[in-house]
């Protein structure tokens, strides 16, 4: 239209009409942005784009014809990464100042951009490409969050990159930032400060071999350490984790360690057989061998099935009588820590276990189970270890291991025991004799 107006003299007086939006164009009549070289507001004329034209959410973007740049203004926005998209125009000049963005990746509008503003954000790490897009012109990278410069920024001119006044911390692989630092003042650009925490000198009053001879062998020493020192308490605490059980009856192995904490009180009963009753062949070993062979050799055995009263609150006297115990045996079947009181059994056992520095557990691996197939890891510790007995024992000696880790029975017993009569009772399909 404004061309138009050159051909057309007479129609300026026709259109003498002011402008009222946008608000930088109010009150200025259309004929007054005629193109001449006079005129110094052909660059309030801009195009406004939206996310049609693929303007990023709530930033504002605009196209100006005068200088042929499309702006993109998406500061303080709180965003925490590079838009993926954005306007298709060419000399794009993206500001994305005060921000929260902690890594500045490429994205394939960069090779549209002309300026680049990221400064005030958080940015640590820096994409190498970034430093050979040739058509940025200037990235501001000042008030970030960077304490080393990559080798790829010599890519740059000094002109090109504003970092301002940055601390760093120099190295031997930094002996190039001198001279790059000098060609400001060759270009007449001077843009950055770069300060060498470590040397505390201004790199550009360094020399190249200055950024290497100091280097200090004892702080490389103690980083070593420290590293070393770091690496070993985080594979020890990986390897507690992981091993915790294991490292716990290792050490509850030695007899030596923390005997004052020893519980030196004569319990009730001998020990204690758990198992999962529910298993007539468990059921059928534990009464016709086990049972008889413990009673024989005048342990006192609490068995479940046969001692506790019957109709009576089965937890109560399970907790009670296996804290009277001072040891407990457990027979392992396939279905033990899944039947109807394995597992609660097993949790006071265990935890009196803990408690009681005296106390034994002796596992015998009925089903030959192997420890993968074991979910409870401080049960699966006794198995890995090879504290469990297996039941399909070669030398068929596997009673008289029981009666060795048990040790003798409690010297509770008189006379009267030899000469005690056996009464008979019925237990579960099963007929044994058990003493009075």
């Known amino acids: 239209m404004l061309v138009g107006f050159q051909y057309h003299p007479g129609s300026q007086k026709f259109y003498r009409i002011p402008c009222s939006n946008p608000p930088e164009l109010r009150n200025y009549v259309v004929t007054d942005f005629q193109k001449n070289e006079t005129n110094k507001l052909q660059h309030l004329l ?13 930033c504002h973007c605009f196209y100006q014809p005068s200088k042929n740049r499309t702006v ?35 994205r394939s509008y960069l090779y549209r951009t002309t300026k680049l503003n990221v400064s005030n954000n958080l940015i640590t ?81 360094m020399s190249p071999k200055e950024f290497c001879i100091h280097d200090n062998g004892t702080a490389h020493i103690f980083t070593i350490i420290v590293v070393t020192l770091v690496m070993v308490i985080f594979g020890t605490a990986i390897i507690f ?9 290792l050490w509850r192995s030695n007899k030596f360690i923390n005997k004052s904490r020893r519980v030196q009180t004569q319990p009730k009963y001998d020990v204690y057989i758990s198992f999962d009753e529910e298993n007539e062949m468990a059921r059928k070993w534990i009464i016709d061998v086990l049972l008889r062979f413990l009673e024989g050799k005048r342990y006192k055995v609490v ?61 015998i691996n009925f089903d030959v189970i192997e420890n993968d197939c074991v979910s409870r890891k401080n049960f699966r510790a006794f198995l890995k270890l090879g504290y469990a007995l297996d039941f399909c024992n070669m030398d068929k000696n596997l009673l008289n291991d029981v009666r060795k880790q048990l040790g003798p029975p409690a010297n509770r017993y008189t006379t009267g025991w030899k000469n005690s009569k056996l009464r008979y009772r019925h237990i579960d399909k099963f007929d044994i004799f058990v003493p009075k």
């Open 46 to 58: 801009i195009c406004n784009l939206t996310l049609k034209d693929n303007c990023p959410y709530r």
């Open 72 to 106: 993109i203004d998406c500061s303080g926005l709180a965003l925490k990464h590079l838009p993926d998209k954005m306007p298709f125009f060419n000399n794009l000049e993206i500001d994305l100042s005060t921000n929260v963005i902690s890594k500045l990746d490429v």
């Open 125 to 205: 790490t820096i994409s190498p490409i970034i430093f050979e897009v040739a058509t940025l012109n200037l990235i501001d990278f000042r008030l970030n969050s960077l304490n080393t410069l990559g080798n790829e920024v010599r890519l740059k001119s000094p002109c090109s990159l504003l970092f301002g006044n940055l601390t760093i911390r120099c190295s031997c692989e930094l002996n190039w930032l001198p001279t790059w630092l000098e060609r400001q003042k060759q270009l007449k650009c001077v843009l950055n400060n770069i300060l060498c925490v470590n040397k505390n000198e201004d790199a550009s009053s």
């Open 241 to 249: 984790h992981n091993y915790k059980y294991e490292i716990y009856l």
């Open 303 to 363: 068995l479940p099935c046969r001692d506790f009263s019957f109709g009576g609150i089965r937890e109560e006297e399970m907790r009670s009588s296996i804290s009277k115990c001072s040891s407990w045996i457990i027979l392992q079947s396939q279905n033990y820590l899944h039947s109807t009181y394995g597992e609660n059994e097993w949790k006071i056992i265990w935890n009196i276990y803990k408690a009681n520095l005296e106390t034994k557990i002796i596992i």
